[in-house]
């Protein structure tokens, strides 16, 4: 298998596995870091696997279940992701870009939500 598709495989897991089924204490330190750099809006932090597992805990409770669709396009220690997400009456759209180091998200970089437009 490529490095590309290994790497796909990683964020598969991130959406299908850790996300879908909310185990992010479960999974964050094996898909992840051990620190994880995320470029967002609102600036720049690096978290653990912990901090951020806590933050994903958190933040699962206050949306209910949603159906999510993704594309993934990888090429070399990147990977972007094209999706939608379903939840209750609301489309919500992202792109995303990760990088991986030895088989780990190490960097992201999350631009913002892109609501109710059908791509």
């Known amino acids: 298998m490529s490095v590309e598709e290994q790497n796909k495989a ?3 897991r991130w959406y299908d596995e850790m996300w879908q089924k909310r185990k992010f204490k479960e999974l964050m330190p094996e898909l992840a870091g051990p620190e994880y750099t995320r470029h967002e809006p609102d600036g720049t932090r690096v978290v653990t696997n912990d901090q951020y597992a806590e933050e994903l805990t958190k933040l699962s409770e206050r949306f209910p ?17 094209v999706g939608t997400m379903k ?33």
């Not at 279940?65 to 992701?81: G, R, S």
């Not at 609301?90 to 990760?98: D, S």
């Open 65 to 81: 279940p949603y159906e999510a669709k993704y594309d993934l396009i990888a090429d070399q220690d990147k990977v972007a992701v």
């Open 87 to 119: 939840m209750e009456k609301n489309l919500m759209h992202w792109v995303q870009i990760f990088r991986l180091e030895k088989g780990k998200l190490v960097e992201t970089w999350f631009p913002g939500w892109v609501r109710d437009v059908e791509w």
């Open 10 to 12: 990683v964020l598969t």
